[in-house]
């Protein structure tokens, strides 16, 4: 304990203290802050032996100072969670992060850790980009739980000599087959409109399905073209997941 009390004194330049709140876990009392000024809960759990590592832990209350503002109550965010306690090699247990590490790196796991928390603390400011990466994952998800019975193709080629025209998802049970195409970015809306112009000037019969992620992501020219190529679009990545099932029973059980 006087080691690690004393190599923690030089690394944080005397500005460190350790509060003892039970046997052989610490509270560590460090300029390290959450953006608002409050200190970030950090504490060290001692190992039995010398020879064992030291757990950093936050002994739960990152999760109880989000769930202040902001609820993980969704498998989306669920998995957004998930993804950066992976990303950055924390663990969970009952709601408590920590980290393993060993005297040596203290200090440098310490501040990683606290990164860590940082981003956790704030999912309800960035929750949007990371959902935006996760539309096509979202989609996957949706339609292997809710159309599976339809026996989607995943990544369809119409023209087999030009993969580079690619359909996210084929629905091939009928004469005219329905073409599944994802848009979450301007270049993603070109694609489907160059896409689907190639599945006409080829002659191939068949009906498209545009799923925007949210109509708001883009311009007016997009949309627009879209519209003037494809025979249904759902606004938004909710409206699918609402209405998606209904118009997919109707359109191949016809």
Known sequence: MIKLFDELKIQF????????????????????????????????????????????????????????????????????????????????????????TNINSLYPTLMHFAQVIGKISNMRLYKREVIHSLFFEMLE??????????????????????????VDYCFNSRPKPIFLLGVNSSSRAKLATISCLKFMNENINFRSVIILENIDVLGKKDIARLMSVSDKEFPSFDDFKENGEKYFERELQS
Do not use: C, W
């Not at 500005?15 to 039970?22: A, G, I, M, T, Y």
């Not at 390290?32 to 757990?55: C, S, T």
């Not at 998800?141 to 690619?166: G, W």
């Open 13 to 100: 330049n005397n500005r460190v203290s350790l509060r003892e709140k039970r046997p052989k876990i610490y509270q560590l009392l460090a300029p390290i802050y959450h953006e608002d000024g409050d200190m970030i809960d950090i504490f060290l759990e001692l190992p039995e032996a010398e020879n064992q590592n030291i757990r950093i832990s936050d002994q739960g209350m990152t999760l109880m100072r989000l769930s202040y503002t902001f609820d993980i109550d969704t498998p989306n965010k669920e998995k957004i969670f998930n993804r950066i306690l992976k990303e950055n090699h924390v663990s969970e247990e009952n709601g408590n992060l920590y980290i393993d």
């Open 141 to 166: 998800e949706f339609i292997e739980t809710k159309l599976q019975k339809y026996k989607p193709i995943k990544k369809y080629y119409p023209v087999p000599e030009h993969e580079e025209y690619e």
